[in-house]
């Protein structure tokens, strides 16, 4: 039926997929006759039912685990009792940290750039992902971290989607160095990146 169409998708706690199909029955104007109509999919491996995970948030190894659910409800909430439970989180993050799962370094990363900034963020430029050297970019700015020194050696970063988040972070930086980062990373574009050279047009607005 050509009139369905997806129009969300959301990861349950159990790590099953449910999928909103829209079905429009009256495209353009505005009818509304499809309050009534379409359906949800789940979707989970075959024989698979759906379970109720609960994680105890007010322990720091509950805690953690919730941070690695695929739920973003489960994640946020994760994310707030650590914060909260401060420096006891500290090394239980740093392990978490050093997964072999980008995405839970970034996670761990972005609760680590609140209970421990400056080192944090340091920690996450030498990482060899680039993705995790981004989110130390933006936790800096977060955190309004505007050091210069900071700035002119990540403008030296050999990924330019690095470099891009750089430009973004120089708009916010008016130190007297900023004209000689932004030249440093325009000498660096390759001629082709249309994105490189928007980010360059953000970065010569400070």
Not at 38 to 63: C, E, M
Request: with cysteine.
């Amino acid at each position: 039926d050509r009139m369905f169409r997806p129009s969300d998708v959301v990861t349950a706690p159990d790590g099953s997929v449910f999928i909103a199909d829209w079905h429009d029955n009256g495209v353009g104007g505005h009818g509304a006759r499809s309050l009534k109509t379409g359906r949800v999919f789940r979707l989970a491996p075959k024989g698979s039912k759906p379970t109720k995970v609960k994680y105890d948030l007010s322990t720091v190894g509950g805690a953690i685990k919730a941070l690695q659910s695929p739920n973003k409800a489960a994640y946020y909430q994760a994310h707030k009792a650590l914060v909260k439970m401060g420096e006891k989180a500290l090394a239980p993050l740093k392990d978490l940290y050093d997964s072999d799962n980008p995405v839970y370094t970034a996670r761990a990363l972005w609760i680590l750039a609140k209970l421990d900034t400056k080192n944090a963020i340091q920690l996450g430029f030498s990482h060899d992902n680039e993705d995790i050297r981004i989110v130390a970019i933006r936790a800096a700015r977060q955190h309004n971290i505007k050091d210069a020194a900071f700035l002119k050696k990540i403008a030296a970063d050999k990924n330019p989607q690095v470099r891009r988040e750089v430009c973004l972070a120089l708009r916010e930086f008016d130190g007297p160095e900023a004209a000689e980062i932004w030249a440093d990373l325009a000498v660096q574009f390759d001629g082709k990146d249309r994105w490189y050279v928007e980010a360059l047009g953000i970065a010569a607005d400070y």
